[in-house]
């Protein structure tokens, strides 16, 4: 439904929780290996120390600099959810700090990922809380709007829907659709496989190493 200056869209569906539990073992870069290496979110910093991100987007398009529809986001999530907020990447003010992260945590939110800043560094740093921003500052939010929630957004480079599915870790944060998640599972472990055969030939010392030269011999070098 439309309300004045706020579009707000229904509240997301939770990812499987055999899918979010699987994820939990994969590293980033292996997702996004199986994604094309084309998708995937760009530029955030990672503000917490390194408790995986794992979750359902539940997505908030902010005016820069703007959390009110934040507070509302606060009031709806479920258990699970990650805020998924497009801050049109503005570094000057905070979209969250200490306080909302303490209740988000209490809601059982499972990080937030912001194309925007934050503030509170040290608390999110301290509490663990997964964190992906593009920036800090000591500034303040504003609290007029308007913004939109539960719509598609577009954070870091990607557009993330509501109900994607979040993996963040030390390398970034990739989203899919949920309905991906059996098939990219099954080619995340292939993945591993391969570089596990090519770390143990990495291990035997030899200068001649078949995975290096299968790549170059492809382009005639």
């Given at each position: 439904?439309?309300?004045?200056?706020?579009?707000?869209?229904?509240?997301?569906?939770?990812?499987?929780?055999?899918?979010?539990?699987?994820?939990?073992?994969?590293?980033?870069?292996?997702?996004?290996?199986?994604?094309?290496?084309?998708?995937?979110?760009?530029?955030?910093?990672?503000?917490?120390?390194?408790?995986?991100?794992?979750?359902?987007?539940?997505?908030?398009?902010?005016?820069?600099?703007?959390?009110?529809?934040?507070?509302?986001?606060?009031?709806?999530?479920?258990?699970?959810?990650?805020?998924?907020?497009?801050?049109?990447?503005?570094?000057?003010?905070?979209?969250?700090?200490?306080?909302?992260?303490?209740?988000?945590?209490?809601?059982?939110?499972?990080?937030?990922?912001?194309?925007?800043?934050?503030?509170?560094?040290?608390?999110?740093?301290?509490?663990?809380?997964?964190?992906?921003?593009?920036?800090?500052?000591?500034?303040?939010?504003?609290?007029?709007?308007?913004?939109?929630?539960?719509?598609?957004?577009?954070?870091?480079?990607?557009?993330?829907?509501?109900?994607?599915?979040v993996v963040g870790g030390e390398d970034g944060v990739v989203c899919f659709d949920p309905a991906d998640g059996e098939r990219l599972?099954?080619?995340?472990?292939?993945?591993?496989?391969?570089?596990?055969?090519?770390?143990?030939?990495?291990?035997?010392?030899?200068?001649?190493q078949g995975w290096l030269d299968r790549t170059l011999s492809a382009h005639g070098l």
């Amino acid at each position: 439904m439309t309300l004045s200056n706020f579009d707000i869209g229904p509240i997301p569906k939770l990812a499987p929780e055999a899918l979010t539990a699987a994820l939990r073992d994969v590293v980033t870069p292996h997702l996004s290996d199986n994604l094309r290496r084309l998708s995937g979110i760009v530029g955030l910093q990672r503000f917490h120390r390194a408790r995986k991100l794992v979750g359902t987007a539940f997505t908030i398009k902010a005016r820069p600099g703007d959390n009110l529809l934040i507070y509302r986001a606060l009031k709806d999530i479920e258990p699970g959810h990650v805020l998924v907020i497009d801050g049109a990447g503005d570094p000057h003010n905070a979209l969250v700090g200490e306080l909302i992260m303490l209740y988000a945590m209490q809601r059982g939110c499972a990080g937030f990922v912001i194309d925007g800043a934050i503030r509170d560094t040290r608390a999110f740093f301290e509490a663990d809380f997964p964190c992906h921003a593009r920036s800090s500052t000591h500034r303040g939010p504003y609290k007029f709007g308007p913004g939109s929630m539960n719509r598609d957004v577009c954070v870091g480079g990607q557009v993330v829907h509501p109900g994607d599915v979040v993996v963040g870790g030390e390398d970034g944060v990739v989203c899919f659709d949920p309905a991906d998640g059996e098939r990219l599972l099954a080619a995340v472990a292939q993945t591993a496989r391969t570089e596990d055969a090519i770390k143990a030939e990495i291990a035997t010392g030899r200068v001649e190493q078949g995975w290096l030269d299968r790549t170059l011999s492809a382009h005639g070098l």
